[in-house]
């Protein structure tokens, strides 16, 4: 399911844990943290369109090695 989320995709965020609703996502930068926060909404939305019990809430956090 992660790879349809575009919006995840173009911010460069990778999840890490999805626990009580709230989905964890890592980024490579500062940057990049600031693109996955604005585009919460859209990566939540799209989640609920492909999920039956989606994330209600995302968290960023930086993690450099966080890359493929």
């Given at each position: 399911?992660?790879?349809?989320?575009?919006?995840?995709?173009?911010?460069?965020?990778?999840?890490?844990r999805?626990?009580?609703?709230?989905?964890?996502?890592?980024v490579?930068?500062?940057?990049?943290?600031?693109?996955?926060?604005?585009?919460a909404?859209?990566?939540?939305?799209?989640?609920?369109?492909?999920?039956?019990?989606?994330?209600?809430?995302?968290?960023?956090?930086?993690?450099p090695?966080?890359?493929?």
């Amino acid at each position: 399911a992660w790879d349809s989320v575009g919006a995840a995709v173009a911010s460069g965020a990778r999840p890490v844990r999805l626990a009580n609703g709230e989905l964890v996502v890592a980024v490579d930068t500062g940057a990049h943290t600031s693109r996955a926060r604005r585009d919460a909404g859209a990566i939540l939305a799209e989640l609920a369109a492909v999920l039956s019990d989606p994330p209600t809430s995302l968290r960023v956090t930086v993690r450099p090695e966080a890359r493929d």
